[in-house]
């Protein structure tokens, strides 16, 4: 009898533990330190990043929780990595197009970012200095707030320069990513310059707005607005280039053009665009 209650009970309680361990397995519940991938378009191609977000929660952050002077996996949980769809120069260091980990050792008065060939960093221990591929020398920004989640993100997002900022609390770290990509394009534009598809209007706003040859961004206007002559956004950059090239009577009349076609078109917008730059021609 003994034999047969021992069982009893000893399979009774393995039975609550598994049922235990069912509902435990069953239960989902919210990550902590949420992941957030995000994919910025940069350049001529992007930049990807992904990391964890850590919430402040009362705590202490700088030189606390985040120790000064030790490598910081720059996040939670998981590495934190970076991809360049092209080469970059990160905080002035030339950087290859790639998948990289990120991480940062952070001061008072200055901060050290990583870019390393590792990507799996997530501890000191871990980390191989002799897997630098860019170390950065960044001043730390005081924040008039406190932010409650650890934060990386792109800031000031320009056509070659773009800034990857990290935040967390009332610290903002702030690195510059620029991308030489005017030989590029002008290398594109003279190459298509050859066929019978002629970019014309691409061509001549890229030379207006990068300061190149501005006779030749006229040029190129002109033969723009004879491709596509109801094309008012066209007839606009073609007033704001001979604005700038001094040829005002023409400037003007490209602005009337442009405000008859859009208001045909209902664009109120293009409208508005077009009667500001006529106030600015005396």
């Known amino acids: 009898m003994r034999t047969i209650r021992t069982f009893a009970a000893t399979a009774g309680a393995m039975l609550l533990l598994y049922a235990g361990t069912t509902l435990a397995q069953g239960i989902k519940m919210p990550a902590p330190s949420p992941t957030q991938t995000i ?3 940069f350049a001529l191609s992007n930049i990807e990043l992904s990391y964890s977000r850590p919430q402040k929660n009362g705590r202490v952050i700088m030189g606390d929780l985040v120790p000064y002077d030790k490598v910081w996996r ?4 998981s590495a934190t990595t970076i991809t360049f769809g092209e080469d970059v120069t990160f905080g ?3 950087v290859k ?5 990120l ?3 952070p001061g008072a008065k200055s901060w050290t970012v990583i870019l390393t060939s590792s990507l799996d960093v997530t501890s000191p ?3 191989k200095p002799e897997n630098d591929i860019a170390r950065v020398k960044v001043s730390p920004v005081s924040m008039p707030f406190s932010q409650e989640n650890f934060t990386i993100e792109f800031e000031n997002v320009r056509s070659n ?11 903002k770290v702030p690195v510059v990513i620029k991308a030489d ?3 590029k394009i002008t290398g594109q534009i003279e190459e298509a310059m050859k066929g019978d598809k002629k970019p014309y209007f691409q061509a001549a706003v890229y030379y207006f707005e990068t300061g190149k040859d501005l006779n030749k961004a006229v040029e190129w206007i002109d033969a723009a607005a004879a491709q596509s002559p109801e094309a008012f956004w066209v007839w606009y950059q073609k007033a704001r280039i001979n604005a700038k090239a001094k040829n005002i009577p023409v400037a003007k009349e490209a602005a009337q053009k442009s405000i008859e076609l859009a208001t045909t078109a209902k664009n109120d917008d293009y409208v508005t665009l077009n009667k500001k730059l006529l106030a600015t021609l005396k």
């Open 125 to 127: 221990a871990a980390y």
């Open 39 to 41: 994919k910025q378009d």
């Open 74 to 77: 720059t996040g939670a949980n």
């Open 161 to 171: 320069s773009v800034i990857l900022a990290l935040s967390w609390d009332k610290t």
């Open 103 to 105: 991480l940062s050792i």
């Open 181 to 183: 990509i005017d030989g």
């Open 97 to 101: 197009a790639g998948k990289y980990g």
């Open 92 to 94: 002035g260091v030339p």
